[in-house]
């Protein structure tokens, strides 16, 4: 490459740098307030786990793991 090939390119390079920062230093709808934002925590994590609902979780409920069959056995 020429010289003025390598000048030419870090002349457009530095021209679309500097375009680019104007640019995205007018757009307004992303600056910070300058008062800050409040934000919504959350409530604390607690190490207590509660006993699973008796309806739910009982002697008779359905087992999802087990295969159902519906009608003639599919498997035959």
């Known amino acids: 490459m020429k010289k ?8 457009i390079a530095g021209l679309g740098v500097g375009i680019g920062y104007l640019a995205a230093s007018n757009i307004s709808f992303l600056k910070v307030p300058e008062k800050g934002v409040e934000v919504q ?3 604390e994590i607690s190490s207590d786990v ?9 002697s008779n409920a359905i087992n999802p793991t087990v295969e159902v069959f519906v ?3 599919a498997a035959n």
């Open 71 to 73: 009608g003639q056995n």
């Open 41 to 43: 925590t959350i409530r």
């Open 50 to 58: 509660e006993k699973p609902s008796q309806a739910v979780f009982n």
């Open 4 to 11: 003025t090939d390598i000048a030419m390119i870090v002349l």
